[in-house]
Nanobody, 119 residues
Framework: QVQLVESGGGLVQPGGSLRLSCAAS????????MSWYRQAPGKERELVAA????????NYADSVKGRFTISRDNAKNTVYLQMNSLQPEDTAVYYC????????????WGQGTQVTVSS
């Protein structure tokens, strides 16, 4: 069955770094655009970063530009989010999302991983 499993979250001090991973299975990963979203307590889920199926295109929320980098390895069916210069406002549950780049609507979500930035 379809699975998106995030990992790499945890507690980090302000200014620190984390690398999130999202391992995909059960679907043709290379045909899906991938993205990372986050949801902080009491707030709506928001897009953090996205990458096309080939990896040739990316986009970022203004709040993370220059600090976060999204990448993917289609051979490993995995998408990554490198997060640097983390700040307390980056604290949230981070989710990965897969969207089929075809004519039908297929969307999958992971279960999320907690990132806490605190001293």
């Amino acid at each position: 069955q379809v699975q998106l499993v995030e990992s790499g979250g945890g507690l980090v001090q302000p200014g620190g770094s984390l690398r999130l991973s999202c391992a995909a299975s059960g679907f043709t990963f290379r045909r899906y655009a991938m993205s990372w979203y986050r949801q902080a307590p009491g707030k709506e889920r928001e897009l953090v970063a996205a990458i096309t199926s080939s990896g040739g295109g990316t986009n970022y929320a203004d709040s993370v530009k220059g600090r976060f980098t999204i990448s993917r390895d289609n051979a490993k069916n995995t998408v990554y989010l490198q997060m640097n210069s983390l700040q307390p406002e980056d604290t949230a549950v981070y989710y990965c999302k897969a969207v089929f780049e075809g004519s039908i609507s297929l969307i999958y979500w992971g279960q999320g991983t907690q990132v806490t930035v605190s001293s």
